[in-house]
């Protein structure tokens, strides 16, 4: 019981100390090194350290999907998770630009990334809830699973009531942005083209479900990388601080 004391402690410090610069690293070397000590009972460590180290380890990683979202332009620059123009808006873009609304498409564009920017920080929160429900079946189905098997974990656990805080922070990001003097200048623009139609949508939940789309792809692109990106590791510490246990 001491030697797997002194275990989980240096476990906890090496998570620690990976997580400033290389929490990719550490969660995913800590992902392997825990996936060898699924073993019988008496063999490795024991059911409650694997649970508490594989916590430890995802709140790392979680946190940096967080960060990487919610930074200025962690949507609007990535290409990846960039909320684009509602498709009504993109039928006529052209025509929007040719007669001198560029500079509103734009402002709409960026707005509605803002907003999504602003409220992702308010993921951290419930992923550490969900952390910290996580039971020994669900950590040895995530050690086990496929490479997204910790974002499906947690979008099966967080998807709701992530949008409906979502929702609400959305709104408010958008009128503190602009996005709704936006709209509704483009709205009325689209109106009077010939053929125009109306928006005529939800503006909140359109902008709710790309922010969360984009967190958790986010979140699945980290995990990925950090269980088979081999130069993402810093696997010389990692080993060093797991052998020295054994």
Same mark, same amino acid.
């Given at each position: 019981?001491?030697?797997?004391?002194?275990?989980?402690?240096?476990?906890?410090?090496?998570?620690?100390?990976?997580?400033?610069?290389?929490?990719?690293?550490?969660?995913?070397?800590?992902? &392997?090194?825990?996936?060898?000590?699924? =073993?019988?009972?008496? =063999?490795?460590? &024991?059911?409650? $350290?694997?649970?508490?180290?594989?916590?430890?380890?995802?709140?790392?990683?979680?946190?940096?999907?967080?960060?990487?979202?919610?930074?200025?332009?962690?949507?609007?620059?990535?290409?990846?998770?960039?909320?684009?123009?509602?498709?009504?808006?993109?039928?006529?873009?052209?025509?929007?630009?040719?007669?001198?609304?560029?500079?509103?498409?734009?402002?709409?564009?960026?707005?509605?990334?803002?907003?999504?920017?602003?409220?992702?920080? $308010?993921?951290?929160?419930?992923?550490?809830?969900?952390?910290?429900?996580?039971?020994?079946?669900?950590?040895?189905?995530?050690?086990?699973?496929?490479?997204?098997?910790?974002?499906?974990?947690?979008?099966?656990?967080?998807?709701?009531?992530?949008?409906? +805080?979502?929702?609400?922070?959305?709104?408010?990001?958008?009128? $503190?942005?602009?996005?709704?003097?936006?709209?509704?200048?483009?709205?009325?623009?689209? +109106?009077?083209?010939?053929?125009?139609?109306?928006?005529?949508?939800?503006?909140? =939940?359109?902008?709710?479900?790309?922010?969360?789309?984009?967190?958790?792809?986010?979140?699945?692109?980290?995990?990925?990388?950090?269980?088979?990106?081999?130069?993402?590791?810093?696997? &010389?510490?990692?080993?060093?601080?797991?052998?020295?246990?054994?």
């Amino acid at each position: 019981m001491i030697r797997k004391a002194l275990l989980i402690g240096v476990c906890v410090s090496a998570v620690l100390v990976v997580s400033h610069g290389t929490a990719r690293a550490g969660w995913g070397q800590f992902l &392997d090194q825990l996936k060898d000590q699924l =073993q019988p009972a008496g =063999q490795g460590l &024991d059911q409650g $350290e694997i649970v508490a180290g594989l916590k430890e380890a995802l709140k790392v990683g979680t946190a940096n999907a967080v960060q990487l979202t919610s930074k200025l332009n962690g949507y609007y620059k990535n290409p990846q998770i960039r909320i684009p123009l509602p498709e009504r808006v993109k039928k006529v873009e052209k025509v929007l630009r040719t007669i001198g609304l560029g500079d509103q498409v734009n402002a709409f564009e960026l707005s509605m990334n803002r907003a999504a920017e602003k409220a992702a920080p $308010e993921a951290k929160p419930l992923f550490v809830k969900a952390i910290s429900q996580m039971s020994f079946a669900d950590a040895r189905q995530i050690l086990k699973g496929r490479s997204d098997a910790a974002t499906l974990y947690f979008k099966g656990k967080t998807y709701q009531p992530l949008e409906e +805080r979502f929702k609400p922070l959305v709104h408010a990001a958008m009128a $503190e942005v602009g996005i709704t003097h936006s709209y509704q200048k483009l709205d009325a623009a689209i +109106r009077n083209l010939p053929l125009g139609d109306t928006m005529g949508f939800n503006l909140d =939940q359109y902008v709710t479900a790309k922010a969360l789309d984009g967190l958790f792809l986010v979140l699945s692109q980290e995990e990925a990388k950090i269980r088979h990106d081999p130069a993402a590791r810093v696997t &010389d510490l990692l080993k060093k601080v797991f052998g020295s246990a054994q």
